[in-house]
């Protein structure tokens, strides 16, 4: 993908020293204005892979907005994901390989720079979730190597020297936010470094009265220079992504790379990756039978699944798209091949043996890449085939909800909450908040989702999370109640 027959070097010679000095690192920061673009090659796979990684982070930022966490629950959350999804250790660090790391944070952004600058509605959200990642780091990262990185820029601000200070030493203080005990303020205030800016590059600071403004300049207080940072990284992003946007139509002809685009987009509007990390993995090692399918539809699955469930025991058949989908649920859930076919064929009880093995059988093992080209297919979100939380209408959505899990303790006073997140487009924090209110027997509280906050993406593992917390308190000894 990223090719150039007169490359440029991929550091120049200031960039070289900053290098030395980090022990011959290619990336000597942690912290990351993305204002390089990644010039090597790099396979398709590695291209997909990088971006739907840093898609689950950005995903798991929205989700935490629209389940209006607080900054600090929010940074838990998100340093959780980025341990699990995409570790970007610091320079200290001397047991991991950080180039490593640093290049795969550094090629997924501009891999979802490329899938989210088509629109002013996506560039708006990837703006925010990106904005607010960098945030994250930032705060996170040791004092020392912030200011190695902001040293590593010019961020065009002039320092305030002490005469300046003492000249506006009244208005300064006046501004200045500190403990409520005088003294202790003063004596805060007067160890201040200021920094001077224009002050249309500091507006939240401005609104909030933090700044002292003279002539068109800013004076900002030292420990509020993180506003100027992450003003910049915003101004940056939003102007590298107008470019990008520019320059987008000369991909629509790779056949290879807009597909991947599109699903990354689509799979970003909708909240989440198209496809759980753990979707082509058996969930289940001991293996389910058929026979025992119903009852863990009835305790366990997400209502795309149940009511794809419910439609097949109404009707006693499934379209291919529906058939295909709750196949592959199964398989990943550990429904195994032979208990598969002993499933769908008494669920298809219709029709005859012939007909059976001749339309149908095949397609449940290719499922299990047992025929055709043999591949092991993962299991697919909801979002693909019909998420109820997406496609119903308010009253069915309504009516539905209470008939399905009412016994399991959701109450028609939750409802004006999951309806506020589902105009909001937040469908998979209304699926998430749904599994909080129906596994609150298990010790499930608001916010913490399928576990550590983490938000429900794929039916699978709504489904397998249940039945693991199923399986604990059975272990413990007391019983899950299902009417």
Not at 6 to 26: C, M, P, W, Y
Not at 155 to 166: C, L, R, S, Y
Not at 379 to 405: D, I, Q, V, W
Not at 421 to 439: P, Q, Y
Request: net charge neutral; with cysteine.
């Amino acid at each position: 993908m990223y090719k150039s027959n007169e490359r440029k070097a991929f550091l120049d010679d200031k960039d070289l020293i900053q290098v030395t000095n980090h022990g011959s690192l290619q990336y000597p920061h942690r912290l990351n204005f993305y204002d390089r673009s990644p010039l090597y090659d790099v396979s398709v796979e590695e291209f997909e892979t990088c971006a739907l990684d840093r898609l689950r982070i950005l995903a798991e930022i929205e989700s935490s907005a629209a389940r209006n966490r607080t900054w600090d629950e929010l940074k838990t959350v998100t340093n959780a994901q980025c341990l699990k999804y995409l570790p970007l250790h610091a320079s200290s660090a001397r047991t991991v390989d950080r180039d490593s790391e640093r290049r795969k944070d550094h090629l997924g952004h501009f891999v979802l720079r490329l899938a989210f600058c088509r629109s002013e509605d996506l560039r708006q959200r990837f703006v925010k979730a990106e904005s607010t990642l960098f945030r994250v780091r930032y705060d996170g990262d040791a004092t020392s190597e912030r200011e190695l990185f902001l040293n590593s820029r010019d961020f065009n601000w002039a320092a305030v020297d002490a005469a300046e200070k003492a000249k506006y030493r009244k208005e300064l203080f006046a501004c200045f936010q500190g403990s409520k005990n005088e003294s202790v303020r003063e004596q805060a205030f007067e160890s201040e470094k200021y920094f001077k800016v224009k002050w249309t590059r500091v507006p939240d600071l401005v609104e909030k009265r933090r700044v002292f403004l003279r002539g068109g300049w800013a004076y900002v207080p030292g420990k509020e220079q993180s506003s100027i940072v992450f003003e910049e990284f915003e101004v940056q992003l939003n102007r590298a992504l107008q470019l990008t946007a520019r320059s987008l139509p000369r991909l629509d002809e790779d056949t290879r790379i807009m597909p991947i685009l599109d699903n990354l987009s689509q799979g970003f509007l909708a909240g989440v990756p198209s496809e759980w990390v753990g979707a082509g993995e058996i969930t289940n090692a001991d293996g389910i039978k058929a026979e025992m399918v119903d009852d863990l539809a009835k305790k366990h699955f997400p209502m795309c699944m149940r009511t794809i469930h419910d439609n097949l025991r109404r009707d006693h058949h499934l379209k291919h798209f529906g058939r295909l989908n709750y196949g592959l649920f199964l398989k990943v859930l550990g429904v195994p091949i032979e208990e598969a076919i002993v499933f769908w064929r008494k669920s298809f009880d219709r029709i005859t043996d012939d007909k059976f093995n001749k339309e149908y059988k095949y397609n449940i093992r290719h499922s299990y890449g047992l025929e055709g080209k043999r591949a092991n297919y993962a299991a697919k979100s909801p979002g693909e085939y019909g998420c109820p939380y997406r496609h119903f209408s308010p009253e069915n959505l309504e009516t539905a909800l209470l008939s399905t899990y009412s016994s399991r303790g959701l109450s028609s006073s939750d409802l004006p909450e999951l309806e506020q997140t589902i105009k909001g487009n937040h469908f998979h924090v209304a699926c998430t908040r749904v599994f909080e209110l129906t596994h609150s027997s298990f010790g499930v509280k608001k916010g913490d989702g399928a576990g550590g906050g983490e938000s429900i993406t794929h039916p699978n593992q709504y489904a397998s999370r249940s039945m693991e917390l199923y399986k604990a308190q059975q272990e413990s000894g007391e019983a899950m109640v299902v009417d």
